[in-house]
Protein backbone atom coordinates (compact mmCIF):
# COMPACT_ATOMS: atom_id res chain seq x y z
CA UNK A 1 0.00 0.00 0.00
CA UNK A 2 1.26 3.50 -0.41
CA UNK A 3 -0.47 6.27 1.33
CA UNK A 4 0.92 8.18 4.03
CA UNK A 5 -1.91 9.02 5.84
CA UNK A 6 -2.54 5.48 6.05
CA UNK A 7 1.43 4.83 8.17
CA UNK A 8 0.02 7.36 10.85
CA UNK A 9 -3.56 5.74 11.24
CA UNK A 10 -1.14 2.14 10.86
CA UNK A 11 0.84 3.68 13.84
CA UNK A 12 -2.35 4.78 15.82
CA UNK A 13 -4.10 1.55 14.93
CA UNK A 14 -1.11 -0.83 16.34
CA UNK A 15 -0.77 1.19 19.42
CA UNK A 16 -4.14 1.19 20.58
CA UNK A 17 -5.63 -1.85 19.79
CA UNK A 18 -3.28 -4.22 20.77
CA UNK A 19 -5.26 -5.65 23.56
CA UNK A 20 -3.90 -9.04 25.35
CA UNK A 21 -6.06 -12.10 23.88
CA UNK A 22 -5.94 -15.54 25.81
CA UNK A 23 -3.86 -18.20 24.24
CA UNK A 24 -5.85 -21.40 23.68
CA UNK A 25 -4.34 -24.48 24.60
CA UNK A 26 -2.91 -26.08 22.06
CA UNK A 27 0.57 -27.19 20.96
CA UNK A 28 -0.05 -26.59 17.13
CA UNK A 29 -0.89 -22.82 17.28
CA UNK A 30 2.20 -22.17 20.03
CA UNK A 31 4.72 -23.81 18.02
CA UNK A 32 3.18 -22.51 14.24
CA UNK A 33 1.55 -19.18 14.91
CA UNK A 34 3.09 -16.01 16.92
CA UNK A 35 0.73 -14.01 18.92
CA UNK A 36 -1.09 -11.70 16.73
CA UNK A 37 -3.70 -9.17 18.72
CA UNK A 38 -5.55 -7.88 15.50
CA UNK A 39 -7.44 -11.34 15.04
CA UNK A 40 -9.62 -13.64 16.98
CA UNK A 41 -8.63 -16.98 14.49
CA UNK A 42 -5.25 -17.62 15.62
CA UNK A 43 -4.05 -20.33 18.46
CA UNK A 44 -6.50 -22.52 17.10
CA UNK A 45 -5.95 -25.92 16.49
CA UNK A 46 -7.72 -25.53 13.49
CA UNK A 47 -6.75 -23.36 9.89
CA UNK A 48 -8.38 -22.69 6.99
CA UNK A 49 -6.19 -23.53 4.14
CA UNK A 50 -9.18 -22.86 1.00
CA UNK A 51 -11.97 -20.88 0.32
CA UNK A 52 -15.30 -20.99 -2.14
CA UNK A 53 -16.36 -18.05 -2.53
CA UNK A 54 -20.31 -17.89 -4.06
CA UNK A 55 -21.73 -14.55 -3.62
CA UNK A 56 -23.99 -12.03 -5.28
CA UNK A 57 -23.48 -8.65 -5.45
CA UNK A 58 -26.49 -6.29 -5.13
CA UNK A 59 -26.07 -3.11 -6.03
CA UNK A 60 -29.69 -2.15 -5.40
CA UNK A 61 -29.34 -2.71 -1.51
CA UNK A 62 -25.55 -2.08 -1.32
CA UNK A 63 -25.41 -5.89 -0.10
CA UNK A 64 -23.72 -8.59 -0.70
CA UNK A 65 -24.37 -12.05 0.08
CA UNK A 66 -23.52 -15.72 -0.32
CA UNK A 67 -21.58 -18.36 0.92
CA UNK A 68 -17.95 -19.21 2.64
CA UNK A 69 -17.09 -22.11 2.42
CA UNK A 70 -13.57 -23.51 3.67
CA UNK A 71 -11.39 -26.29 3.74
CA UNK A 72 -9.44 -26.60 7.13
CA UNK A 73 -6.54 -28.16 8.39
CA UNK A 74 -8.23 -29.62 11.91
CA UNK A 75 -5.85 -31.32 14.33
CA UNK A 76 -8.62 -33.00 16.40
CA UNK A 77 -10.57 -29.80 17.33
CA UNK A 78 -14.03 -29.00 18.50
CA UNK A 79 -13.85 -25.47 17.64
CA UNK A 80 -12.81 -22.94 14.82
CA UNK A 81 -12.85 -19.83 15.23
CA UNK A 82 -13.20 -16.67 12.12
CA UNK A 83 -12.94 -13.09 12.26
CA UNK A 84 -16.62 -11.28 11.38
CA UNK A 85 -17.24 -7.53 11.56
CA UNK A 86 -20.80 -6.02 11.21
CA UNK A 87 -21.76 -8.88 8.94
CA UNK A 88 -25.32 -10.95 9.51
CA UNK A 89 -24.23 -14.61 10.14
CA UNK A 90 -27.35 -16.51 8.77
CA UNK A 91 -26.19 -20.68 9.32
CA UNK A 92 -23.26 -22.38 9.29
CA UNK A 93 -22.41 -26.37 8.14
CA UNK A 94 -19.33 -28.40 9.16
CA UNK A 95 -19.32 -31.26 7.02
CA UNK A 96 -22.25 -30.36 4.92
CA UNK A 97 -24.49 -30.46 8.63
CA UNK A 98 -25.46 -27.48 9.92
CA UNK A 99 -23.55 -26.86 13.36
CA UNK A 100 -24.13 -24.50 16.09
CA UNK A 101 -22.01 -21.39 16.03
CA UNK A 102 -21.19 -18.01 18.74
CA UNK A 103 -21.01 -14.36 17.64
CA UNK A 104 -18.70 -13.09 20.69
CA UNK A 105 -18.76 -9.57 22.31
CA UNK A 106 -18.08 -6.56 19.90
CA UNK A 107 -14.86 -4.51 19.54
CA UNK A 108 -14.65 -1.80 18.07
CA UNK A 109 -11.47 -2.56 16.56
CA UNK A 110 -11.53 -6.24 16.25
CA UNK A 111 -14.95 -7.13 14.99
CA UNK A 112 -16.61 -10.45 17.07
CA UNK A 113 -15.01 -13.71 16.70
CA UNK A 114 -17.30 -16.07 15.11
CA UNK A 115 -17.08 -19.32 16.66
CA UNK A 116 -18.18 -22.58 14.90
CA UNK A 117 -18.33 -26.47 16.90
CA UNK A 118 -16.77 -28.92 14.73
CA UNK A 119 -15.81 -32.26 14.93
CA UNK A 120 -12.29 -33.99 14.89
CA UNK A 121 -13.31 -35.28 11.49
CA UNK A 122 -14.47 -31.92 10.11
CA UNK A 123 -12.71 -30.80 6.84
CA UNK A 124 -15.52 -28.49 5.60
CA UNK A 125 -17.27 -25.50 7.07
CA UNK A 126 -19.55 -23.33 5.39
CA UNK A 127 -21.07 -19.95 6.29
CA UNK A 128 -23.88 -18.34 4.93
CA UNK A 129 -24.18 -14.48 5.72
CA UNK A 130 -24.73 -10.76 4.24
CA UNK A 131 -23.09 -7.74 4.68
CA UNK A 132 -24.58 -4.85 6.01
CA UNK A 133 -24.92 -0.80 5.89
CA UNK A 134 -21.56 -0.61 8.36
CA UNK A 135 -19.59 -3.05 6.33
CA UNK A 136 -16.28 -1.50 6.30
CA UNK A 137 -14.08 -2.54 3.32
CA UNK A 138 -16.95 -2.10 0.44
CA UNK A 139 -16.93 1.09 -1.03
CA UNK A 140 -20.06 1.58 -3.17
CA UNK A 141 -20.09 4.64 -5.83
CA UNK A 142 -22.97 6.00 -7.64
CA UNK A 143 -22.42 5.94 -11.14
CA UNK A 144 -22.13 10.08 -10.22
CA UNK A 145 -18.99 9.07 -8.54
CA UNK A 146 -17.56 7.05 -11.58
CA UNK A 147 -15.33 8.58 -14.29
CA UNK A 148 -18.09 7.49 -17.20
CA UNK A 149 -21.13 8.58 -14.80
CA UNK A 150 -23.24 5.86 -16.68
CA UNK A 151 -22.95 3.02 -14.39
CA UNK A 152 -22.56 2.41 -10.05
CA UNK A 153 -19.02 0.64 -9.06
CA UNK A 154 -18.11 -1.04 -6.25
CA UNK A 155 -14.30 -2.42 -5.06
CA UNK A 156 -13.11 -3.73 -1.38
CA UNK A 157 -9.83 -2.84 0.37
CA UNK A 158 -8.97 -5.46 3.05
CA UNK A 159 -6.15 -4.33 4.40
CA UNK A 160 -5.20 -4.27 7.20
CA UNK A 161 -7.86 -6.09 9.02
CA UNK A 162 -11.24 -5.21 6.92
CA UNK A 163 -11.56 -8.47 5.04
CA UNK A 164 -13.32 -9.51 7.63
CA UNK A 165 -16.26 -7.15 6.93
CA UNK A 166 -17.16 -8.82 3.90
CA UNK A 167 -16.00 -12.16 4.35
CA UNK A 168 -16.31 -14.27 7.43
CA UNK A 169 -12.34 -15.05 7.50
CA UNK A 170 -9.52 -15.65 9.41
CA UNK A 171 -8.34 -12.44 9.42
CA UNK A 172 -4.14 -12.66 10.67
CA UNK A 173 -1.46 -12.49 7.99
CA UNK A 174 0.11 -15.53 8.87
CA UNK A 175 -3.00 -17.32 7.77
CA UNK A 176 -2.76 -17.94 4.09
CA UNK A 177 -5.61 -20.20 2.05
CA UNK A 178 -6.24 -20.61 -1.56
CA UNK A 179 -8.88 -19.25 -3.03
CA UNK A 180 -11.75 -19.61 -5.78
CA UNK A 181 -14.92 -17.17 -6.25
CA UNK A 182 -18.16 -16.93 -7.79
CA UNK A 183 -19.60 -14.03 -8.62
CA UNK A 184 -22.90 -12.68 -9.73
CA UNK A 185 -22.98 -8.98 -10.55
CA UNK A 186 -25.78 -6.50 -12.78
CA UNK A 187 -24.78 -7.61 -16.64
CA UNK A 188 -23.71 -4.13 -17.83
CA UNK A 189 -20.77 -4.84 -15.27
CA UNK A 190 -17.86 -6.64 -14.95
CA UNK A 191 -15.93 -7.97 -11.65
CA UNK A 192 -12.66 -8.54 -11.32
CA UNK A 193 -10.31 -10.01 -8.19
CA UNK A 194 -7.36 -10.51 -6.89
CA UNK A 195 -6.85 -13.74 -8.97
CA UNK A 196 -6.61 -15.26 -12.84
CA UNK A 197 -9.23 -12.69 -14.00
CA UNK A 198 -11.85 -12.39 -17.05
CA UNK A 199 -11.09 -9.61 -20.21
CA UNK A 200 -14.14 -9.21 -21.53
CA UNK A 201 -17.58 -8.97 -19.80
CA UNK A 202 -19.60 -12.38 -19.37
CA UNK A 203 -22.90 -13.05 -20.97
CA UNK A 204 -25.05 -13.31 -17.73
CA UNK A 205 -22.90 -11.05 -14.94
CA UNK A 206 -21.39 -14.06 -13.51
CA UNK A 207 -17.77 -14.71 -13.52
CA UNK A 208 -15.71 -17.38 -11.63
CA UNK A 209 -12.08 -16.37 -10.20
CA UNK A 210 -9.02 -18.76 -8.87
CA UNK A 211 -6.17 -17.77 -6.70
CA UNK A 212 -4.00 -20.86 -6.83
CA UNK A 213 -1.16 -19.41 -4.47
CA UNK A 214 -1.80 -19.34 -0.84
CA UNK A 215 -2.67 -15.14 0.48
CA UNK A 216 -3.44 -13.51 3.12
CA UNK A 217 -6.58 -12.22 4.13
CA UNK A 218 -5.61 -9.13 3.23
CA UNK A 219 -4.95 -9.56 0.15
CA UNK A 220 -8.91 -10.41 -1.28
CA UNK A 221 -9.89 -8.04 -3.32
CA UNK A 222 -13.14 -7.50 -5.75
CA UNK A 223 -14.07 -4.64 -8.11
CA UNK A 224 -16.90 -4.27 -10.36
CA UNK A 225 -17.42 -1.76 -12.92
CA UNK A 226 -17.98 -0.65 -16.29
CA UNK A 227 -14.72 -1.42 -17.37
CA UNK A 228 -12.78 -2.27 -20.15
CA UNK A 229 -9.46 -4.82 -20.26
CA UNK A 230 -5.93 -3.48 -22.47
CA UNK A 231 -3.06 -5.55 -22.39
CA UNK A 232 0.39 -3.95 -22.62
CA UNK A 233 2.38 -7.33 -22.74
CA UNK A 234 1.50 -11.03 -22.66
CA UNK A 235 1.64 -10.78 -18.83
CA UNK A 236 0.62 -6.97 -18.35
CA UNK A 237 -2.08 -4.78 -18.49
CA UNK A 238 -4.75 -2.13 -17.75
CA UNK A 239 -8.25 -2.33 -15.90
CA UNK A 240 -10.09 1.21 -16.15
CA UNK A 241 -13.34 2.92 -17.11
CA UNK A 242 -13.47 3.27 -21.23
CA UNK A 243 -13.17 7.11 -21.09
CA UNK A 244 -9.57 6.22 -19.05
CA UNK A 245 -8.51 2.95 -20.68
CA UNK A 246 -5.85 4.72 -23.15
CA UNK A 247 -4.90 7.45 -20.97
CA UNK A 248 -4.07 4.85 -18.36
CA UNK A 249 -2.36 2.50 -21.01
CA UNK A 250 -0.38 5.12 -21.84
CA UNK A 251 0.78 5.97 -18.35
CA UNK A 252 1.74 2.87 -17.77
CA UNK A 253 3.29 1.37 -21.17
CA UNK A 254 6.89 0.54 -19.36
CA UNK A 255 4.86 -1.78 -16.54
CA UNK A 256 6.51 -4.93 -18.93
CA UNK A 257 9.73 -2.99 -18.65
CA UNK A 258 8.83 -2.76 -14.96
CA UNK A 259 8.55 -6.63 -14.30
CA UNK A 260 11.29 -7.24 -16.17
CA UNK A 261 13.62 -4.85 -14.08
CA UNK A 262 12.35 -5.96 -10.83
CA UNK A 263 13.18 -9.83 -11.75
CA UNK A 264 16.50 -8.41 -12.70
CA UNK A 265 16.72 -7.19 -9.12
CA UNK A 266 14.63 -10.11 -7.22
CA UNK A 267 13.81 -13.22 -9.03
CA UNK A 268 10.83 -14.58 -11.22
CA UNK A 269 8.10 -12.61 -11.09
CA UNK A 270 5.55 -15.62 -9.63
CA UNK A 271 2.34 -14.62 -9.75
CA UNK A 272 2.17 -14.65 -13.59
CA UNK A 273 0.16 -12.21 -14.50
CA UNK A 274 0.61 -8.33 -13.22
CA UNK A 275 -2.03 -6.03 -14.25
CA UNK A 276 -3.13 -2.71 -12.75
CA UNK A 277 -6.89 -1.34 -12.34
CA UNK A 278 -7.44 2.04 -12.20
CA UNK A 279 -10.11 2.92 -10.02
CA UNK A 280 -12.78 5.83 -9.60
CA UNK A 281 -11.24 9.71 -8.21
CA UNK A 282 -12.65 8.29 -4.72
CA UNK A 283 -9.93 5.62 -3.95
CA UNK A 284 -9.07 6.71 -0.52
CA UNK A 285 -4.94 4.93 -1.10
CA UNK A 286 -2.10 5.72 -3.61
CA UNK A 287 -2.72 2.00 -4.67
CA UNK A 288 -3.28 -1.17 -3.08
CA UNK A 289 -0.94 -4.49 -4.06
CA UNK A 290 -3.64 -7.27 -4.83
CA UNK A 291 -2.21 -9.66 -6.10
CA UNK A 292 -2.14 -10.04 -9.73
CA UNK A 293 -4.61 -6.97 -9.84
CA UNK A 294 -2.70 -3.60 -8.52
CA UNK A 295 -5.80 -1.24 -7.24
CA UNK A 296 -4.55 2.66 -8.26
CA UNK A 297 -5.99 6.03 -7.92
CA UNK A 298 -6.52 7.83 -11.15
CA UNK A 299 -4.50 10.75 -9.61
CA UNK A 300 -1.32 8.82 -10.90
CA UNK A 301 -2.58 9.28 -14.66
CA UNK A 302 -0.26 12.51 -14.41
CA UNK A 303 0.24 12.04 -18.56
CA UNK A 304 4.11 12.29 -18.67
CA UNK A 305 4.58 9.44 -16.37
CA UNK A 306 5.77 11.07 -13.80
CA UNK A 307 4.52 9.52 -11.14
CA UNK A 308 4.70 5.67 -12.18
CA UNK A 309 6.69 4.97 -8.98
CA UNK A 310 3.06 4.37 -7.58
CA UNK A 311 3.11 1.17 -9.99
CA UNK A 312 6.56 -0.01 -9.20
CA UNK A 313 5.71 0.18 -5.42
CA UNK A 314 3.03 -2.01 -6.17
CA UNK A 315 4.84 -4.64 -8.40
CA UNK A 316 7.23 -4.80 -5.61
CA UNK A 317 5.18 -6.00 -2.78
CA UNK A 318 4.85 -8.91 -5.20
CA UNK A 319 7.75 -10.32 -3.36
CA UNK A 320 7.79 -8.45 0.00
CA UNK A 321 4.60 -8.11 1.25
CA UNK A 322 2.59 -10.82 -0.64
CA UNK A 323 4.91 -13.43 -1.01
CA UNK A 324 7.01 -12.75 1.94
CA UNK A 325 4.65 -11.40 5.10
CA UNK A 326 4.96 -9.91 8.15
CA UNK A 327 3.16 -12.53 10.54
CA UNK A 328 1.60 -9.72 12.38
CA UNK A 329 0.25 -6.24 11.74
CA UNK A 330 2.92 -5.09 14.69
CA UNK A 331 5.79 -5.44 12.10
CA UNK A 332 3.83 -3.53 9.14
CA UNK A 333 7.13 -1.52 8.83
CA UNK A 334 8.92 -4.92 7.12
CA UNK A 335 5.92 -4.87 4.35
CA UNK A 336 6.49 -1.30 3.59
CA UNK A 337 10.23 -0.86 4.76
CA UNK A 338 11.37 -3.39 2.02
CA UNK A 339 9.11 -2.62 -0.56
CA UNK A 340 10.28 1.25 -0.26
CA UNK A 341 13.65 0.35 -0.96
CA UNK A 342 12.56 -2.11 -3.67
CA UNK A 343 10.32 0.36 -5.31
CA UNK A 344 13.78 2.76 -5.63
CA UNK A 345 16.07 0.15 -6.98
CA UNK A 346 13.25 -0.64 -9.74
CA UNK A 347 12.81 2.74 -10.86
CA UNK A 348 16.64 3.12 -10.66
CA UNK A 349 16.91 0.69 -13.13
CA UNK A 350 14.51 2.20 -15.84
CA UNK A 351 15.05 5.85 -15.11
CA UNK A 352 18.35 6.12 -13.71
CA UNK A 353 20.38 7.08 -10.62
CA UNK A 354 18.75 10.73 -10.35
CA UNK A 355 15.11 10.03 -10.34
CA UNK A 356 15.67 7.53 -7.86
CA UNK A 357 17.71 9.64 -5.70
CA UNK A 358 14.55 11.98 -5.67
CA UNK A 359 12.42 9.38 -4.55
CA UNK A 360 14.67 8.81 -1.81
CA UNK A 361 14.71 12.33 -1.01
CA UNK A 362 10.91 12.36 -1.05
CA UNK A 363 10.44 9.28 1.31
CA UNK A 364 13.30 10.67 3.66
CA UNK A 365 11.18 13.68 3.91
CA UNK A 366 7.78 12.13 4.88
CA UNK A 367 9.14 9.62 7.38
CA UNK A 368 10.58 12.82 9.29
CA UNK A 369 7.36 14.37 9.00
CA UNK A 370 5.57 11.47 10.50
ZN1 LIG B 1 3.15 -0.50 0.24
Redesign the pocket.
Known amino acids: ??NTIFLILALLFTLTSCKEKKQTETELASETYLEEPHSYAQSNDAVTTHLDLDINVDFDTQVISGTATYEIFNNDSNQIILDSKFLEIESVTANGVATTFKLGEMDATLGQPLTIAIKEDTQKIAVTYKTTAKTEALQWLTAQQTADKTNPFLFTQGQAILTRTWIPIQDSPQIRITYDATVKVPQELMAVMSAENPKEKSANGVYNFKMGYPIPAYLIALAIGDIEYKAISDRTGVYAEKSMLNKVHEEFSDMEKMVVAAEDLYGDYDWEQFDVIVLPPSFPFGGM?NPRLTFATPTVIAGDKSLTSLVA??LA?SWS?NLVTNATWNDFWL??GF?VYFEIRIMEALYGKDRANMLALIVDRILKMN
Open positions: MKEHEHGNET
